[in-house]
């Protein structure tokens, strides 16, 4: 049945398509149509790939790719912009989920592991990534013709894209599975520190990168706009937990809009003051849960408004993927993929080693680094719009890896939490909330 509504739904959206001559006139009415299909799509193949036993999501990406260029071209390309709102609005929801589930005393054990993982395994895995594309050099057109300098300083600033990881994925499928435990709490704490870490390297690597390209970069116009992302959106955050922790403590009924609410003006007026909405949120949620009691009324005021949100995103994530890069930079992208993986589970196993980590975190933690998502496409748009001189070829192959990585990883990640024993483990009254991601956080 979820097969025919499925059919159904591409059949009216096909037949709808040849409606509109002149998309530019009716773009506001096809915006809404988009987000609607999208919206039923993405919940119907979920059913289906979960029968599949593979996580929702994939089904939620798998409607997107579906609907979007590499797939039947549903969708017009404003549109999908239009859509993309969701965006902003799913990673807010996703940080603030994240801070309310990053309960600092619960945790302490876990920080010692979380760090390691953090330096070895993520920072470690940017540099190796990095070697990687200079040792593909000569397979990679885009790096001909740049000195070893420059040459040295590209490949820094790929590695620091290809090391992005998903909270997003991440949370979606520690709700999806109801999982709980030293291996979901570890990656989690992982991921999220590991995006701040990842943006602090990509604008660090980058400023150097413009700056032996011959670019206009500004050390100290740099310094005080990463200080202003960072500890600003920290304190905006702050912030913004307060008047949150209140209302759900003195009002509490229609808590669900109200953080609806929040996580769009979050990622719409952040972005555009210069703050970062993953930082902001993932602030706010930490204050709810440590600082107030209200941590579990925030976290079920996300579970019953949010699913339909991680939907679209998710959605506009797979529609955006553009299989056909993959013929363009397809061996290249194969060998970053696998030494990604490789990276990063040799770096959390020597990580969780050298910590002292439980053995199950030892065996499983590795798994939840690969997924990508959101700030992974985001860096890669930054990447290529930072350095057109490259061609599109630079920026097909950070935009292949991420393909790839969206549509394998959180398959491996959900296999790794059943095998872990987590699976199940948190029980219906605590799970998180539905998804899903970043999360994944904008571009610095």
Not at 124 to 147: D, E, H, K
Not at 249 to 272: N, Q, T, Y
Not at 420 to 443: C, D, F, K, Q, T
């Amino acid at each position: 049945m979820n097969v025919l509504v499925l059919l159904a739904l591409v059949g009216f959206m096909t037949a709808t398509r040849t409606f509109n001559a002149e998309e530019s006139a009716f773009i506001g009415s096809i915006t809404l149509l988009v987000v609607g299909y999208l919206l039923l799509t993405a919940h119907f193949m979920g059913k289906v790939v979960a029968r599949l036993q593979l996580p929702k999501l994939t089904g939620y990406i798998g409607a997107g790719i579906l609907a979007g260029a590499s797939g039947l071209d549903l969708i017009p390309d404003e549109a999908l912009d239009n859509a993309k709102i969701f965006t902003g609005v799913a990673v807010a929801l996703i940080a603030l989920t994240a801070g309310s589930e990053l309960e600092l005393r619960r945790m302490r054990a876990l920080w010692r592991a979380i760090g390691w993982i953090t330096g070895l395994a993520v920072v470690g895995g940017a540099l190796v990534l990095a070697g990687t594309v200079l040792g593909l050099s000569r397979w990679l057109p885009f790096m001909a013709g740049l000195t070893p300098p420059q040459a040295a300083a590209i490949a820094l600033v790929l590695g620091a894209v290809m090391a992005a990881q998903s909270p997003a994925v991440v949370v979606a499928l520690r709700t999806e599975l109801q999982a709980d435990g030293p291996v979901c709490r570890t990656v989690l704490g992982v991921v999220v520190i590991a995006d701040l870490v990842v943006i602090v390297l990509f604008t660090g690597a980058s400023t150097v990168a413009d700056a032996l390209m011959g670019g206009s970069a500004e050390l100290g116009q740099t310094v005080l706009r990463l200080a202003w992302e960072l500890f600003g959106s920290i304190a905006v955050g702050i912030g913004v937990g307060g008047p949150l922790a209140f209302y759900l403590r003195r009002v509490g009924h229609d808590a669900g809009l109200i953080v609806l609410v929040v996580a769009f003006v979050v990622a719409e007026v952040g972005h555009r003051v210069g703050l970062d909405p993953l930082l902001v949120a993932l602030a706010a949620g930490l204050l709810v849960r440590n600082a107030t009691e209200q941590g579990d009324a925030l976290h079920h005021a996300i579970e019953g408004s949010a699913l339909p949100v991680y939907l679209v995103f998710f959605a506009v994530t797979g529609a955006t993927i553009h299989l056909h890069v993959l013929a363009v930079v397809g061996v290249p992208a194969v060998i970053l993929v696998l030494v990604r993986a490789s990276a990063f589970m040799v770096g959390a196993r020597v990580a969780c080693r050298i910590a002292g980590a439980e053995d199950v975190v030892r065996r499983f933690v590795g798994f939840g680094l690969l997924p990508q998502a959101g700030l992974a496409l985001a860096l890669s748009t930054l990447f290529a719009r930072t350095f057109p001189e490259l061609g599109p070829d630079a920026a097909a192959l950070t935009l292949g890896i991420v393909a790839l990585n969206e549509l394998v990883a959180p398959v491996a990640y959900r296999l790794a939490l059943i095998r872990s024993g987590e699976a199940g483990a948190a029980g219906s009254e605590s799970a998180l909330p539905v998804p899903v991601a970043a999360a994944e956080g904008p571009p610095p």
